[in-house]
């Protein structure tokens, strides 16, 4: 985790220069062109009518591309650098393929919805990267042909689903809730759960010492608090991604990491071994569905799945943790 905070090799957005800037404009509607095409293929059976708008939507990127090439061109020559959304800090992922073919028509309005806004963020962004007057016009025009996109798959959602209710604000403050709270401190606290039940329960049971235990415990959990929150403030500024201030993520992960942690360390403060290993186990499980219902509630993940997977993987850490410790 402290590794991660030194070692993270992609850029910051304002390290880029004009140049990597425009090839980063490229390759991102090449990308988005796409994904488009892939929604539309997903799509073609069942909504044809919202197929053939995806298809319209992947030329209208293609010809943003060409433009955006004619422009580079121009001004640096034919070589363009290789430098995609992956290698710059705070992108929104993309979906991959594989994955596409399992979404609704509304999970792929949310999508598209998120990919459009992010696009138009970064233009914006873009703007006061650049120097030349002609790009910086082509920048802001592409800035509101992707904030039209957005309004087109909005207009998706409300053809197909006319009964749903549609409240922007409140939808958008919840997805910000998530993307700001949610999501790190869900990263918190899986680490500092599954993370910590190692060395905490080998040294339980080299030791039998319940106050050693604790105090390795506490260090674990605060070190992997405080080394997760610095590293989910600084890999994002949240500018670009809109996920919010990384001040506040950056809290949500450290404290919920420490929690996480804290919550099998703390039974160790009980001077009787196998009452506190005992009762450690048993906040061990608890921790590990409540993961799981995080997991179903904000991430839609199956709760069954999600709870297949996290317990499962906790188990396993957990009974390393003693099998290491009692040999």
Known sequence: MVLSLFTNSKRSFTSLSEREVLALAISSEEDDARIYRAYAEHLRTDYPQSAKIYEDMAAVEDQHRCNLIEMYKSQFGDVIP?????????????????????????????ETIAMEDQSARFYRAAIDQVSNADTRRLLGDLALAEEGHEDIARELQDEHTPDAVKDDEASHEHKQFVLTWVQPGLAGLMDGSVSTLAPIFAAAFATQDTWSTFLIGLSAAVGAGISMGFTEAAHDDGKISGRGSPLKRGIASGVMTMVGGLGHALPYLIPYFWTATIIAVVIVFIELWAIA?????????????AAFQVVLGGALVLAAGIVIGSG
């Open 82 to 110: 290789l430098i995609r959304r992956d290698h710059v800090r705070g992108f929104y992922d993309r979906k991959p393929d594989w994955l596409m073919k399992s979404l609704s028509l509304e999970k792929i309005r949310n």
């Open 293 to 305: 219902w995080i997991q179903n509630k904000y991430m839609e993940t199956p709760f069954m799945r």
